[in-house]
């Protein structure tokens, strides 16, 4: 087994280092050859110095590296080996424990899924408000994709954009709240899925709310034009 | 605006491949994938119970959500 090891996985891993290191070391033969030459001797000592340095080092770190991995080897072997302790008892508490967790995971999926599907009724009901002030066809399916209109009538914005935006807004803030009130519930373990999902909340937020100043602002200001 | 808009993009597409993550990681793929289809459906009936709708038929929902996946542009709240 440990030949095989050395053969197939130490020996060939080791060996581009090896060259690398045999070049390394020519090289700077060479160098202190010519330096003794041209009788620049404190560079000719300096690389020779250098060369028993990257000598040992290479020896050392080599040294080390083949131990490491015949140390992984066997404490891999090792745990192969290593009877499971416990028997039944043991064995249903961790099923058990499994099932649990894989509750809690369905659980913050569902409660995903539902912001997801909230995220969608305020995108459907903000896209549905701009067709009909922009006169235009509804937007594209796509989960976030802000369609590209035109609103020229500040009559149609105050009628359409700005209660929708209102109505996005206060969807948004209902589902932080209902968010937060999650998040006391989920572990550490599966907590990524969660916390991006807080991001993305606060990035609608944002947005919706700037979209919302600047509908405002186009209804009462007529100087501006918006696209 | 529109960094405003990629950055929402961003954050969503983040949420679902961590949420996909998840999903995968609890096996509530193929081919157990009924059943993700299913919270699905629940979670879209449940938001659509909180604006007055009706719940919709699961063949209805799946039809429009692979649609929704595959890039197709539809409604569930109407």
Known sequence: MIVGLMAFYIVPRLLGIIIGIIILLGLMELVSWASYNLGIWPVGALFRVLEWVVFISAGVWMWNYVMNVLKAHKAFQEMKMRPVRGGVASEALSESQLASKRDEAISLIRHLQKMLAYQQLSMERYNGAAALASGSPPGSGMAVERPLFSVQSRTLVSQYMIPALEYKIELICSMKDEHEQVGQLVTEEIRRPYDEMSVAINMMLERANLQYQGFTSFEQNSDLAWI | ?78
């Open chain 2, 1 to 78: 605006m529109t960094r405003l808009d990629q950055a929402e993009f961003a954050a969503v597409t983040r949420t679902v491949q961590s949420l996909n993550g998840l999903i995968e990681k609890v096996g509530l793929t193929v081919p157990s994938s009924d059943e993700w289809m299913e919270i699905n459906h629940q979670v879209f009936n449940e938001v659509r119970g909180t604006v007055g709708l009706p719940p919709i038929e699961e063949e209805d929902f799946r039809s429009k959500y692979l649609q929704g996946l595959s890039g197709g542009y539809v409604r569930f709240f109407e």
